[in-house]
């Protein structure tokens, strides 16, 4: 009886040993069989002196540079062969067809022309999400459709940089250009897309045309697009010459590095849904009457050529979070009333505007700028007194920067006394005295502070910094004080 029960013990002890090497050796087993002969077969096809694949037969695929597998099915899920010269410019794609879960297929910068597809060889990519096959040559249409051809579930295709005409979309004789029927996001930038009719695929929510000079056609049928969420046209997509109706659907638009007239800036205000405008450098021409959106939340005018009477304008705009006007015209006395309503404002950035003099803040101060936790103004010639000013109206920020390449202010810490939440505060290249740490405890929330290139010399004065409740992280880098930090050590954990 002992004896039976010893052995059934061991028969147990051997089942369990004999399980947890089948669950090692599985392990040890990598990726399938199909897939690793299948990407070495690949290798044969990719690589140039720049880009070569140490893939060796017999060590585990999933492992393999550029390859990517599913750690649960062991199944090669993406493939990364950017770069890579597929040979002859010819794309087989029976080449990855043993690959039946691959998501995501990264061909860019391959110099493929053409795309091979066998007759009715099975499973063919139909897991396919996300496809790249940016800077490529595949122009012509009978290769962009093969190489397209069965792969029902992609959502994402990048055709930017493939010298695509209007042309390339139209096929000789009867049979029309279909694009895959799921696609939702769509990057042709970079393209020579100009006149002529195209169809787009119905359940497209992104659109990228970027750098191609489009026509009125092309314009015109983005109307038809109901899904269509975001929008990009920068750089030369349109001229000022356009006329433009938008998808009504519209959340997203970028037209900037574009010459713009009024008619397009009046457009704007059709797009109830529109919740991001981007205009980075723009030129406006004519006179400009700017009705924007009234649910915008984010609205990027950098590097423009606006001026102080801009501000007004975005008195309606009650749900701004974000607003960009850094590097524009704004010039001497800027009257800031028209941001003083923004309840939901969060980042403002009025960098690079060197030429203001001074902020006009409305009595009171009393602002509506509760929300407000961002501030940028670096490389403004700040005078300090024009400054507390206009902190007042800011008083909720945890960030800001004034960062500066010629700054004629001399800050000393007071002066961000009364900013109660202040966490981050960026001064490099800004003059400070040494004076400046002198009331250093007035800042008791701050967490990093960096003041490199400040020039600071002498000896650094003492100061209050236990007032400081969590401070983190203190930059000083490139300055001239010689003598100790008048710092314990365990009050900054990074120096
Ligand atoms: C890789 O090695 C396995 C086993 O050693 C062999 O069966 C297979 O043919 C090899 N594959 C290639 C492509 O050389
Ligand atoms: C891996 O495959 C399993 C089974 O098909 C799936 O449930 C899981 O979501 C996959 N994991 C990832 C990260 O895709
Ligand atoms: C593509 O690859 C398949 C399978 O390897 C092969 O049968 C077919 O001949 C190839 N097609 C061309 C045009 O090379
Ligand atoms: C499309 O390709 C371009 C160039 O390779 C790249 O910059 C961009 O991020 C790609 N877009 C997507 C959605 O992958
Ligand atoms: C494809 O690109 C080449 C090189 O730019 C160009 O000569 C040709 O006309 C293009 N084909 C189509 C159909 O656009
Ligand atoms: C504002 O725009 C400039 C230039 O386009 C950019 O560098 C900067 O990061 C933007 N500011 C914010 C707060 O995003
Ligand atoms: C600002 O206004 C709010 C109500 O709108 C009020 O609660 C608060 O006390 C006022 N603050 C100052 C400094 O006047
Ligand atoms: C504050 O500044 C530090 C150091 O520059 C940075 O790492 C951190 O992300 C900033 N915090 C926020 C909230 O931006
Ligand atoms: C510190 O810099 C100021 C301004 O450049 C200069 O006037 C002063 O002499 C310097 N002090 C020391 C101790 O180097």
Same mark, same amino acid.
Request: no cysteine.
């Given at each position: 009886m002992k004896m039976m029960r010893r052995t059934k013990n061991v028969c147990v002890a051997l089942l369990i040993v004999m399980l947890l090497v089948e669950v090692l050796f599985s392990e040890c087993e990598g990726c399938l069989k199909q897939e690793n002969d299948a990407l070495l077969r690949l290798k044969a096809h990719f690589g140039n002196p720049g880009r070569s694949f140490h893939w060796v037969n017999g060590s585990d695929c999933c492992h393999w540079e550029s390859v990517v597998c599913n750690t649960t099915t062991r199944r090669v899920v993406q493939l990364n062969l950017y770069f890579s010269d597929e040979e002859g410019g010819k794309l087989n794609m029976s080449d990855f067809h043993a690959f039946e879960d691959l998501t995501s297929l990264d061909l860019s910068w391959n110099n493929i022309a053409a795309c091979v597809q066998s007759e009715g060889s099975g499973k063919r990519l139909s897991n396919l999400r996300y496809l790249d096959l940016s800077f490529n040559m595949l122009n012509d249409t009978s290769n962009i459709q093969a190489c397209l051809s069965g792969l029902s579930s992609l959502k994402t295709l990048n055709m930017t940089g493939n010298y695509l005409t209007v042309k390339s979309f139209h096929r000789e004789g009867k049979e029309r250009f279909s694009w895959p029927t799921n696609l939702e996001y769509l990057e042709l930038s970079d393209n020579e897309l100009s006149k002529g009719r195209l169809s787009w695929p119905?359940? #497209? *929510?992104v659109l990228d045309l970027s750098n191609n000079e489009l026509s009125n056609d092309i314009i015109s049928s983005f109307s038809m697009l109901q899904h269509l969420k975001s929008l990009y046209l920068r750089q030369g997509a349109i001229d000022d010459k356009r006329r433009l109706s938008w998808p009504t659907n519209l959340e997203v638009l970028d037209l900037s590095y574009n010459i713009l007239n009024n008619d397009i800036i009046s457009s704007?205000?059709? #797009? $109830? !849904? #529109?919740?991001s405008l981007y205009l980075r450098r723009v030129h406006i021409n004519g006179e400009r009457r700017l009705s924007w959106p009234t649910n915008l939340e984010v609205l990027d005018l950098s590097n423009? *050529?606006? %001026?102080?009477? &801009? &501000? %007004?304008?975005? %008195?309606?705009? $009650? !749900? #701004?979070k974000s607003l960009n006007l850094s590097n524009n015209q704004l010039c001497g006395s800027v009257d800031i009333s028209g941001l003083c309503a923004l309840s939901k404002l969060v980042v403002l950035d009025l960098s690079g505007n060197s030429d203001i003099s001074s902020f006009v803040v409305p009595q009171g101060t009393n602002t509506s700028l509760s929300s407000m936790r961002v501030l940028e103004l670096n490389n403004l010639k700040m005078e300090e007194s024009m400054l507390q000013k206009l902190l007042r109206a800011f008083s909720s920020i945890r960030i800001l920067s004034l960062k500066s390449e010629e700054s004629k202010g001399t800050f000393v810490a007071g002066d961000f006394g009364y900013l109660d939440s202040l966490e981050n505060l960026s001064l490099s290249g800004s003059y400070i005295g040494s004076e400046f740490f002198k009331r250093i405890g007035a800042l008791a929330s701050l967490k990093y502070l960096d003041l490199r290139r400040c020039r600071i010399n002498g000896t650094l004065l003492t100061a209050d910094w236990s007032n400081l409740q969590k401070p983190e992280v203190l930059t000083l880098s490139s300055n001239e004080f010689e003598g100790p930090l008048p710092i314990t050590g365990e009050l900054f954990s990074s120096l």
């Open positions: 119905t359940n #497209l *929510e704007f205000s059709m #797009l $109830q !849904h #529109l919740k423009g *050529e606006f %001026s102080n009477d &801009i &501000i %007004s304008s975005f %008195s309606m705009l $009650q !749900h #701004l």
